[in-house]
């Protein structure tokens, strides 16, 4: 059974689409403002506004990242999270 993607607070834009796009396919904000002929400036401007629109606490390209991979609530919002003691 396939996991369902946390639902958006709103829609994405069609330029918000090809950069997390872009960015979830492993791209560098640099190649992306490539491909697209913008500024890298313009990336991080799309790329915020649309991790305004996943619900969540984490960093931007973090929030993205997890969300395109089918994350859930309690990972985007770091609930639930407890740190790895090493083993020795």
């Known amino acids: ?22 960015l979830s396919r492993g791209e ?3 190649m992306i403002a490539l491909r697209l002929c913008i500024s890298i400036a313009t990336v991080r401007f799309h790329l915020a506004n649309a991790a305004r629109k996943i619900p969540g606490d984490l960093e931007v390209r973090m929030k993205i990242l997890f969300w395109c991979r089918g994350a859930t609530l309690d990972q985007l919002t770091g609930e639930g999270w407890e740190p790895r003691t090493p083993s020795y």
């Open 1 to 22: 059974m396939k996991k369902q993607r946390i639902p958006l607070l709103k829609k994405f834009t069609t330029m918000e689409s090809l950069v997390v796009a872009l």
């Open 28 to 30: 560098a904000y640099r």
